[in-house]
């Protein structure tokens, strides 16, 4: 896992470190010293902690204007034992909300397993955004990942699996990103080849 490192490609236009709205404005990282493990598996030292145990993120792109936000993760998912997902929402998530942010990719084809509790957390995340037009949508779950969220019937607030899979994220910018997932969402796929 030590060699997965967050997509950097986009780092020319948004970098979290920079962005004096970010969670993570001025952290600084390591290239070489690695210090963070899922159990006991040291991931890359650019990957962000945010007070999970097991799952960590990258930041990788914010429009404040457009009100979108794209966010990797890695590690695993686990709201039974560690409640991941009120340390997502109140550490991240409430803090680009305040920002003007609406619209949530979340790329979590490195979330190994995912482990619900009930989905408290999650509707409050969706009541935040959904008066404004708000989406959040988890892209490229593992099968079994995805299975786990449907038991937890996360599918009420989150746009995941079906034609969220397999979506190729890393050949698009982040607005042609959005603009893709917007059409998705607003079922107006077949213009896009979905």
Not at 15 to 22: E, F, G, L
Not at 133 to 143: A, M, Q, S, V
Request: glycine share 6%.
């Amino acid at each position: 896992m030590h060699d997965i490192e967050p997509h950097y490609k986009w780092k020319d236009e948004y970098d979290s470190v920079k962005d004096k709205d970010s969670p993570f404005h001025g952290r600084v990282y390591s290239e070489f010293t690695f210090t963070q493990k899922v159990y006991n598996y040291f991931i890359h030292p650019q990957w962000d902690e945010f007070g999970s145990q097991t799952l960590y993120t990258k930041i990788l792109f914010v429009n404040y204007e457009k009100g979108f936000a794209i966010l990797e993760f890695i590690g695993e998912w686990n709201d039974c034992l560690y409640n991941d997902v009120m340390f997502l929402k109140r550490e991240i998530i409430d803090s680009l909300v305040d920002s003007g942010i609406n619209k949530f990719v979340l790329i979590c084809e490195n979330v190994m397993n995912f482990h619900g509790s009930d989905d408290a957390y999650y509707e409050e995340w969706y009541d935040d955004i959904k008066e404004e037009g708000g989406w959040i949508t988890f892209l490229n779950l593992l099968d079994h990942v995805e299975e786990e969220m449907e038991n937890v019937r996360l599918q009420n607030y989150i746009n995941f699996g079906g034609i969220y899979q397999d979506f190729n994220w890393r050949k698009h910018k982040p607005k042609n990103i959005i603009q893709l997932l917007e059409a998705m969402i607003s079922g107006e796929t077949k213009q896009l080849g979905y």
